[in-house]
């Protein structure tokens, strides 16, 4: 599958390789993501279900986690897929990570197209609404 550019294509193959290692015995329905960070690595995570279901982390989750054990940064581009390997949207709770973590001006890709943080999650809520 090819989304139109070479860093979309790698991106996404780095998406597909990270939903390899996703732990989903309960949903079948195995994720990853992979984004670009703004020093030029990328970071990858891939959902963990429990038998707990509430307390499953989303494959976001374990990308803002390798961003930040890695050396933090700022996020600048970034992809879902499922094990279809189709591209996913972000559930609203990892949106609001994505934002925290790349803001506004974060290329998204979906299924409609590549599209910016602040359209995938207008009017967000972050840092600079804490005083």
Same mark, same amino acid.
């Given at each position: 599958m090819s989304l139109g550019s #070479?860093?979309?294509?790698?991106?996404?193959?780095?998406?597909v390789e990270a939903m390899g290692h996703a732990y989903a015995p309960y949903s079948h329905y195995p994720v990853g993501a992979a984004?670009?960070?703004d020093d030029g690595r990328v970071v990858t995570g891939c959902n963990v279900e429990n038998a707990a279901y509430g307390v499953?982390?989303?494959?976001e989750c374990g990308l803002i986690s390798a961003l930040h054990l890695s050396g933090g940064g700022k996020l600048t581009?970034?992809?879902?897929?499922?094990?279809?390997?189709?591209?996913?949207? #972000?559930?609203?709770?990892?949106?609001?990570?994505l934002w925290?973590?790349?803001?506004?001006?974060?290329?998204v890709m979906t299924s409609s197209g590549v599209r910016r943080m602040?359209?995938?999650? #207008?009017?967000?809520?972050?840092?600079?609404?804490?005083?």
């Open positions: #070479p860093l979309w294509d790698q991106l996404h193959e780095a998406a984004a670009l960070v499953a982390l989303c494959a581009h970034f992809v879902c897929v499922d094990g279809s390997r189709d591209v996913l949207m #972000p559930c609203g709770r990892c949106r609001q990570l925290e973590n790349g803001g506004a001006d974060l290329q602040d359209e995938v999650l #207008p009017d967000a809520f972050g840092a600079d609404n804490l005083a």
